[in-house]
């Protein structure tokens, strides 16, 4: 886009202007943002943090799927995951000519790679620039937020190949700087992040209309706008710009629709389905729920009880306990094949740590033990105690300290409630993230669609080895057996998990 620069007199028609840009220049089909942090290489100024507003979706069918297969530039591809400390999934992918282990992550919007020069990215600290002949610098840098930490990038471009699909040039940030004890232990040296992929621009165009939104206050109060003011508006719409021209992963390869699958043994590996179609072959097996965020993979979470499952022999109540989110009030829930954990709200964790009492210190009964029970989309789901409670071991890391819910820490190697508190409240309720312990049980693919009608997550219940079956139609395997030891020091919170520890208010 080509822009003049302009004095002060002249800026309300100027202006006047940007704001009509911004409008145009927003994709068509989806509105709202997600968070950024982006400034220009060497203007030391942060963005404004913007975030994003839900929607109610209506309901579509499985036409939907059948112009995405025609869409798609590749066949369906399985890709496995590899399994690490019950913590972590690896997929492998190529960057210049480097081999290395992504984590595929749906709570993260863009792919952070690891640079070689990081001093402070530990084990992650993988990728050389200078192996490889095309890979370029950008002009912007970035702070990148998780869970677990942060880091400072600067954005780059390589060719990159991934699953199926031929390689091609790819956007990309490669951090420099870190601040994320997990990867002192991390068998990740990539962020693969898999956000819906008009999210990045969207809120850099969401941070121009914060500024332009500033300055015109001045105006508005028959005052002069300061020139910092007037510099915010131009560097913001130079990395408006920049970012637009981005690409993320999922819309550079024409990624229509993805799944993942993790397996429910200890120490197993999951499969990731790159163009995946079977919710169109299999329709029957399949239940569609909606997506409700604008710019993240999010949904309703509707009436979630714990229910005592009929195997139990415990002589404890077997009456349902309800944990809040009712039909009227609802919660919204995050699914993020990133996370390590379950982030749920403290009422959650309160019930759950009295069901503890039932259980013994060698977590030989599970079964006495309640199944979490929820519906998504007005479907309902359930998991199992495994989904919550595992041995653990090793050290509590300190960026866990005081954000995830243990129990007593004088004994190693002993069965443990492990979930993360979520204080945060979205417009339809508190904010709930499930993450990998439900891709144990539920096969789900993640549809991108071209409008908010399209979008929506297709969810089957797995089956051995992954395979997709009917809901309620997978028998119960040996509990014990599924029973995890969970590498502390491997457990990774992403974005997702900050916003739902840190923000009171979270806008998806």
């Keep these: 886009m080509h822009r003049h620069r302009h004095g002060r007199r002249t800026l309300p028609f100027r202006l006047s202007t940007l704001a009509s840009v911004v409008g145009a220049s927003r ?15 060497g203007d030391g100024e942060a963005l404004v943090q913007t975030k994003a507003v839900a929607f109610v979706e209506p309901a579509a069918t499985t036409e939907d ?10 066949e369906s591809f399985p890709q496995t995951m590899i399994n690490f400390g019950d913590a972590q999934y690896i997929s492998y992918l190529k960057i210049g000519n480097q081999i290395l282990a992504g984590m595929l992550d749906t709570g993260s919007f863009e792919l952070v790679v690891f640079g070689a020069d990081c001093r402070t990215c530990g084990v992650a600290a993988h990728y050389n620039p200078s192996l490889s002949s095309t890979f370029r610098f950008g002009r912007l840098i970035s702070q990148q937020s998780y869970g677990s930490g942060s880091c400072h990038s600067q954005a ?24 994320m004890s997990v990867l002192a232990h991390s068998a990740f040296e990539v962020i693969i992040g898999l956000g819906p992929p008009e999210a990045p621009a969207a809120g850099a165009w969401k941070s121009v209309t914060a500024v332009i939104s500033n300055v015109t206050s ?26 637009g021209a981005r690409t993320a992963l999922l819309g ?36 569609r729920v909606p997506v409700t965020g604008y710019h993240t993979w999010s949904t309703s979470l509707t009436n979630p009880i714990l229910v005592v499952s009929r195997g139990s022999t415990s002589s404890g109540s077997d009456e349902p306990v309800q944990l809040g989110c009712g039909a009227e009030a609802g919660c919204s829930a995050i699914l993020d094949t990133g996370m390590s954990l379950i982030a749920a709200p403290r009422i959650v964790i309160e019930k759950l740590r009295e069901a503890m009492l039932l259980l013994k210190p060698d977590c030989s009964n599970p079964d006495d033990l309640p199944n979490l029970v929820f519906e998504l989309g007005g479907h309902t789901f359930s ?51 499930l993450g990998m312990p439900f891709f144990r049980k539920y096969y789900t693919t993640f549809h991108v669609g071209e409008s908010r009608e399209e979008r929506a997550f297709y969810i089957a219940e797995a089956g051995e080895d992954c395979y997709p079956v009917g809901l309620g139609e997978q028998p119960l395997a040996d509990r014990r057996s599924l029973l ?24 998806l």
């Design 218 to 243: 001045y105006y508005d109060m028959a005052e002069p706008a300061p020139d910092w003011a007037l510099r915010q508006v131009d560097k913001r719409l130079e990395i408006a710009d920049e970012t």
């Design 27 to 41: 994709p068509t089909t989806f509105s709202g943002v997600v968070e950024t942090g982006m400034t220009l290489l």
């Design 65 to 74: 799927l059948r112009r995405a297969a025609a869409r798609s530039r590749a």
């Design 484 to 507: 995890r030891r969970v590498e502390l020091q491997k457990v990774h919170l992403p974005q997702t998990a900050r916003v739902a520890m840190r923000e009171q208010f979270a806008n």
């Design 383 to 433: 998991l199992p105690p495994e989904a919550y409670i595992a041995e653990v071991e090793g050290n509590m890391p300190e960026y866990l300290a005081g954000l995830v819910e243990f129990g007593n820490w004088s004994v190693s190697h002993t069965c443990q409630l492990l979930l993360v508190e979520s204080v945060a409240i979205t417009e339809n309720g508190p904010l709930w993230i």
């Design 156 to 179: 780059s471009s390589d060719i990159l190949q991934i699953g199926p699909f031929r390689e091609a040039m790819q956007n990309f940030w490669t951090v420099q700087q870190a601040n």
């Design 252 to 287: 550079n390869f024409g990624v229509t629709t993805f799944s993942v699958c993790l397996g429910a043994a200890a120490r197993s590996n999951g499969i990731f389905v790159w163009n995946d179609l079977s919710a169109l072959s299999q329709p029957s097996l399949f239940a």
